[in-house]
């Protein structure tokens, strides 16, 4: 009988180290590794685990910031065959003490900075063994850099298979607990391939720079699988990314791919500082995922730039992006068209195809898809169909095969029988030029019937004063007559998920 044997390891590094041993992978602020350094300290690394008595399927959780350590620790743990579980670093101590112990994980990696938020609770994680501090040195606590001078330097990667989990990564999701979500060994040069280099065509030339962190799926392709996959180099910021400290490292770093979210893209545009000459001069393209990208902000950065931003959209459970805009297939407002190596379909609430042009919820079908969810074998079983996974997201195709987005399914509603997708309305008064962002939630009037509320956060120096009725004619002449806000809260914010998704619950009334 033959398995599959395949540790991801060997291909995105030690293949990459063979050929590519002195060029630097990963630079951040202090350091620069090099594809033969992270060969080496992921050997140490996978030699640290080992000698902690890790064993291979056990879990550990990575709750660090973007520097030269995460790619270490992620790749020594999965040479180890050790399944690290990557913590997204924005949240808080109860969210942790969750993770924590749904995980079980034995060891904790978390940066000296994020040590006060999990202090609290780490004498109460049976499971956990170990915590090793990155960075900075913690008084009481084992030092990475320590841990990893004392480890010996040759270690036999552990022989996984193709199917065996290989990292986890937790969903959020805008309501109940984050969700592990298990990824299997394959998946990371899947994506690599179909995306990174399918849709981006990424090269060996390129240098990359993703605002989104390595803790999200999005970031974790952008910034670490499909540069290595390409044997390119990855500029890390461990910082928050405000549209100053990104536009300071594309100035200083010059990438030719930069990876940002709606949001960042939107306020880099509005930030006195965006000008071409504090850009990068070697920019290529530019990628947006996470949430919908209006149509106007790319086509204002097209303009300030001269390089398209290509909107996608991925998921955790699909590990990165499956339907994208492409370089040479691109239509601001959509989400283009499917990436190789994946299938779409549109359902009705029947299961039903829907029928040309009607919303219908996109169900997706590629090998990048996860295992299924930690310990949730409902939710599992509501997501994961066989080979086809439910994205929750509501979209129409139009007759040039493009996909348009009309929000989640959870958050459609009707006014007047009428479908109105809030996402819809949101871009509508998005597109106003006193307006930042805005979620538009269903509420009831009087008679009980449900219309359109918005809560618009305005652009500074933008007075709300008689901007009501402005607002309402240029959503009725943007989207249609029905789907204008019969309410407008002005607000300071939006209430959003750590990954920056619109908790539109929490507005609702
Ligand atoms: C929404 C989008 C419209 C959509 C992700 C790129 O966002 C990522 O993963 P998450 O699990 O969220 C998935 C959900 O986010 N979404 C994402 N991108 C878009 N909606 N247009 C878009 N371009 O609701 C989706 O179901 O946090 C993004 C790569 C990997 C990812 N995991």
Known sequence: MTTDTYNAVTEFVDRQAASLGDKPAFI???????????????????????????????????????????????WGAIRAGVVPVAFNTLLNTEQYRYM???????????????????RPILDELPELRQVIVTGNEAAGFASLDELLKAAGDSFETVETVADEE??????????????????????LMYTAQNY???????????????????????????????????????ILYPGRPTPEAVFNVLKTHNPTLYFGVPTLYAAMLADPGCTPDNGSNALRLCVSAGEALPAEVGMAWKER?????????GSTEMLHIFLSNRPDKLRYGTSGVACPGYELRLVDENGNEAAGGEIGELLVKGDSAANGYWNKRKKSRATFEGLWTRTGDKYTRDGDGFYHYCGRTDDMFKVSGIWVSPFEVEQALASHDAVIEAAVVAREDDEGLVKPQAFVVLKPGCSDDGLYDVLKEHVKAAVGPWKYPRWIDFVDDLPKTATGKIQRFKLRG
């Open 305 to 313: 730039f001269g390089v398209d931003i290509l909107d996608g959209i």
């Open 100 to 118: 924590l112990s749904d995980s079980r994980a034995e060891a904790l990696f978390v940066s000296a900075q994020l040590l006060d938020t999990v």
């Open 166 to 187: 290989a990292f986890w990564l937790y969903s959020s999701g805008s309501t109940g607990s984050p969700k592990g979500v298990r990824h299997v060994h394959s998946s």
């Open 28 to 74: 951040d602020a202090d350091r620069t590794l090099t594809y033969g350094d992270l060969a080496a300290r992921s050997r140490r690394l996978a030699n640290v685990l080992s000698d902690l008595e890790i064993g291979r399927e056990a879990r550990i959780a990575v709750l660090m910031l973007d520097t030269v350590d995460w790619p270490v620790v992620f």
């Open 196 to 234: 990174g280099q399918g849709v981006l065509g990424m090269t060996a030339d390129d240098v990359v720079f993703s605002a989104a962190k390595l803790f999200f799926a999005y970031g974790l392709g952008n910034a670490l699988t499909f540069p290595m996959a390409a044997g390119a180099t990855t």
